[in-house]
């Protein structure tokens, strides 16, 4: 992907044992107007790959 570090998004690509987590902040919770159903309004989406061998103890 272009403007990685080091290629750090193609390792969790290659199957290396990576988790990636969906992180939205910034923006809202609120309700959709035709059925109430929540959704996430405006902020910031971005996809963070950690490998599986981190310890967060």
Do not use: W
């Amino acid at each position: 992907m272009a403007g990685s570090p080091s290629g750090s998004i193609d390792l969790a690509a290659n199957g290396n044992g990576a988790v990636k987590f969906l992180c939205s902040y910034g923006g809202k919770i609120l309700p959709r107007h035709p059925d109430g159903k929540l959704r996430y309004v405006g902020g910031e989406t971005r996809v963070l790959s950690v490998d599986r061998s981190v310890c967060f103890a």
